[in-house]
T-cell receptor, first 112, second 114 residues
Framework: GESVGLHLPTLSVQEGDNSIINCAYS??????FIWYKQESGKGPQFIID?????DKRQGQRVTVLLNKTVKHLSLQIAATQPGDSAVYFC???????????FGAGTTVTVRA | NAGVTQTPKFQVLKTGQSMTLQCAQD?????MYWYRQDPGMGLRLIYY???????DKGEVPNGYNVSRLNKREFSLRLESAAPSQTSVYFC?????????????FGSGTRLTVV
């Protein structure tokens, strides 16, 4: 699979490979995290979330990993498909604040 | 199952013109938000409304006003449009309570100011 060690704005992936998108969050007290997917010309869509009492959560073809020690969040996409081409944003929710803080986003392009 | 509905989808304004972007949600959410999205800048919060009857400034409020008309509707007004306000605008809503919840976004309004 292909991965991004540090946050990079773009990721090119071969169809069928696994993708890993990384995100560094800023507030060590944040207790809720979300990944959003934004396809061209559309609004961001919820993919998966995780609360701070968990290290890992799985959805359909997606897994989110949370490392609170280094304030790092990752999104793994299994068997990447052309429909996975999009911009992916991570978001964190500090405690006592219902507003989300968004990361810069990673553009994922799937190569046929 | 409409979720968050924004109108219009596209708009071209001349500098100095005014307009109102409309947003409505049918999920009985308490909180609503307006963001703008510019290339390389990510999502930036303009204004938000924690609940019906309250509004607060976000990160980039200058040049905008908002109205939380009722629980369902949250509008964004540009009184005198400037080219710097050319952007894609997203409305979002969320539940609020003892736990945190994610946002549901609308499909966006693409605004060009010439």
């Amino acid at each position: 699979g292909e991965s991004v060690g540090l946050h990079l704005p773009t990721l090119s992936v071969q169809e069928g490979d696994n993708s890993i998108i990384n995100c560094a969050y800023s507030n060590s007290a944040s207790d809720y995290f979300i990944w959003y997917k934004q396809e061209s010309g559309k609004g961001p869509q919820f993919i998966i979330d995780i609360r701070s009492n968990m290290d890992k959560r799985q959805g359909q073809r997606v897994t989110v990993l949370l490392n609170k020690t280094v304030k790092h969040l990752s999104l793994q996409i299994a068997a990447t498909q052309p429909g996975d081409s999009a911009v992916y944003f991570c978001a964190e929710n500090p405690p006592n604040d219902y507003k989300l803080s968004f990361g810069a986003g990673t553009t994922v392009t799937v190569r046929a | 199952n409409a979720g968050v509905t924004q109108t219009p989808k596209f708009q071209v304004l001349k500098t100095g013109q005014s307009m109102t972007l409309q947003c409505a949600q049918d999920m009985n959410h308490n909180s609503m938000y307006w963001y703008r999205q510019d290339p390389g800048m990510g999502l930036r919060l303009i204004y938000y409304s924690a609940s019906e009857g309250t509004t607060d400034k976000g990160e980039v409020p200058n040049g905008y006003n908002v109205s939380r008309l009722n629980k369902r509707e949250f509008s964004l007004r540009l009184e005198s449009a400037a080219p710097s306000q050319t952007s894609v605008y997203f409305c979002a809503s969320s539940k609020t309570g003892t736990a945190n919840y994610g946002y549901t976004f609308g499909s966006g309004t693409r605004l060009t100011v010439v």
